[in-house]
């Protein structure tokens, strides 16, 4: 008896070392269809109203405020969920459409999460898992200011990247307009004009951009993403007549203040969805590869062509076609030097 009670527990020890052994259920093909066979039967139970679909609107510490059929509810993650293995640091985000099951009149537990339609992720620091922003939105307003804080090329074009990867449109607001405009920021202005990047200058004190940016977001589901301190509570104040927290920028550091604590989504008065994040200092993109930087600096990598080296890196090498045409005023140096901090993040 007890030979076969030690051999039992035995036998369930090696099962459990060949299951923490077993990476199969890690690769990308076997989560792909076991997420979709989840998720069917999740719809399904939607359709026998047994759970109810709704749309994350808030997440605070490990409470998730979901907005269906006209109320909010408090949920939480089914465990289940939670010992997912996953590529990215947080499993839910605002903007997500997700399937929950009430366990009183105002809360429940998430059982599954609806495919992503469109979604905008970063990387704080080199090595670190993506982190979710925002999920299921048209369009990323990238809010940079003329001033304070000071405008910051390369961190612009990092959140367009993003964007364009996330499968969303950019639209680049210029806020503080009443500041006045530097010459950098306009000889940026009119290049990213010329490359069809949609830009809106605005100043919540004079109006100026303000029915515009309206008209953009008009019907639409967008995000607020830019350094703390831009002005995106106060753009979002305006158009909404609200009154979230605003700061001043910091006249020591030249820095914005976080006012934003945690990700909102808002409902437009005049129809769609805004997304309000609190101020991302760092937007790191993570590897990228290089058929993405050069669809993005697609200028550069055209001239590229024309190079004497296949592998001309544009830095030292003789014959170069694109430092000739940026000593010649045919190309952006502000583009080339943007490219040239981005281009360390090649795979």
């Not at 469109?118 to 990238?142: F, H, P, R, W, Y």
């Not at 990700?263 to 609190?278: A, N, V, Y």
């Not at 200028?299 to 430092?323: D, M, W, Y």
Request: positive net charge; contains cysteine; charged residues 30%.
């Amino acid at each position: 008896m007890i030979d076969l009670i030690e051999d039992k527990k035995e036998h369930r020890k090696r099962r459990k070392e060949a299951k923490r052994k077993d990476r199969s259920k890690y690769k990308k093909s076997v989560r792909k269809k076991h997420g979709q066979r989840l998720l069917e039967e999740s719809k399904q139970r939607v359709e026998n109203e047994i759970l109810r679909r709704g749309r994350v609107v808030s997440i605070f510490s490990e409470q998730i405020l979901i907005y269906s059929y006209g109320k909010n509810f408090t949920c939480t993650l089914r465990g289940v969920l939670k010992k997912e293995q996953l590529e990215a640091r947080n499993l839910v985000v605002v903007g997500d459409f997700v399937h929950f099951a009430r366990s009183d009149a105002s809360e429940g537990a998430i059982w599954q999460i609806e495919q992503r339609k469109s979604v905008l992720t970063k990387m704080s620091k080199k090595g670190q898992k993506e982190q979710l922003i925002a999920a299921n939105l048209d369009q990323v307003i990238i809010t940079v200011a003329t001033k304070e804080p000071p405008f910051d090329l390369a961190y612009l074009d990092r959140v367009l990247i993003a964007t364009k990867r996330g499968r969303m449109k950019p639209l680049v607001i210029i806020n503080k307009a009443d500041l006045g405009f530097t010459k950098e920021i306009e000889e940026w202005v009119s290049l990213y004009q010329s490359l069809n990047i949609p830009i809106i200058q605005t100043s919540c004190k004079t109006g100026e951009g303000i029915e515009a940016l309206k008209k953009k977001m008009r019907r639409k589901a967008s995000v607020f993403v830019g350094l703390s301190g831009a002005g995106k509570s106060s753009l979002i104040n305006t158009i909404m007549e609200t009154t979230l927290p605003t700061q001043t920028v910091s006249e020591k550091s030249k820095q914005g203040r976080h006012t934003t604590t945690r990700s909102s989504l808002l409902r437009l008065k005049f129809g769609g969805f805004c997304i309000d994040t609190p101020g991302i200092q760092e937007f790191g993109l993570g590897k990228i590869t290089k058929q993405e930087l050069d669809m993005f600096f697609s200028e550069i990598a055209q001239r590229g062509r024309k190079c004497k080296f296949l592998n001309c890196t544009h830095s030292h090498e003789p014959h170069c076609a694109v430092k000739e045409a940026c000593n010649d005023g045919r190309l952006s140096t502000l583009r080339l030097t943007s490219y040239f901090s981005l281009l360390q993040l090649v795979e």
